[in-house]
Structure formats: structure tokens, C-alpha cells
């Protein structure tokens, strides 16, 4: 099992605040997101490679500072561009990260995004 420690995602990516939002506005926290995703994986990674063949399980845990309930899937959502540069880290293409259970916890110490990868067998 692989696990990457993420900065939570920044609030803008949150799909509810992008309303009437230019594309251009988020662009840079998308790009952010990813390419920070890219290096934390590879520096878990330690310049091995890790072969992943059919599905892969991903563990999305939410630790959040404050106790505001968050719907799953904008925490999902929010997080799409990190995700995408985990996918290019491992060289992958995220359409095999299958199951992805999301958890969120309330009351952290701080807020971060932890990402588990583990593979399925069927």
C-alpha cells in the first residue's frame, strides 16, 4: 500500500464555489494541485517503480480542522486534480482507481488529504 499526505484542497476547487466562475480563475489552483500531487507520490514513490495492473483501491481521508459537514462528492471533486497527478506519478490512467472510498474527519489538528492506493484482486 502506498499512502501520499496531500494539502487539502484549496476552497476554490470546491464545485459549489466555481459558479460563475471564469475557467482561467481556477486554472492555476488546478495546475497547483496536480503538480504538487505529481511530486508528493514520487517522493513517496523513493525513484521505484510500482506496477499496477487492473483495478486500484483508493482511500480518500478528509482530516478537517473545523466541523462544517462537507457532501462527499464536492470533497471528491475538489480533489480531482490532485488525483489526476497521483495518475501521472504512478503512470496510470485514473479511470483504474476503483473503489474509491472517501472518509472524512472532523476536528483535526490540521487539514490535510490523505491518499491510500492499494491493489484489488478479483
Excluded: C
Excluded at 30 to 58: C, P
Amino acid at each position: 500500500m502506498l499512502t501520499i499526505v496531500l494539502p487539502f484542497p484549496h476552497p476554490d476547487l470546491n464545485p459549489n464555489r466555481a459558479n460563475g466562475r471564469h475557467w482561467g480563475a481556477l486554472a492555476k489552483l488546478k495546475k497547483d494541485a496536480r503538480l504538487q500531487a505529481y511530486l508528493e507520490t514520487r517522493k513517496v514513490l523513493n525513484g521505484k517503480k510500482h506496477v499496477f495492473s487492473g483495478l486500484i483501491s483508493l482511500t480518500l481521508t478528509f482530516f478537517m480542522v473545523d466541523h462544517r459537514k462537507r457532501d462527499a462528492d464536492n470533497l471528491l471533486a475538489s480533489a480531482k486534480s490532485a488525483l489526476d497527478g497521483v495518475a501521472e506519478a504512478l503512470e496510470i490512467n485514473d479511470h483504474s482507481f476503483e473503489p474509491v472510498i472517501i472518509r472524512r474527519v472532523y476536528g483535526a489538528s490540521e487539514s490535510v488529504l490523505i491518499v491510500e492506493i492499494s491493489h484489488v484482486e478479483i
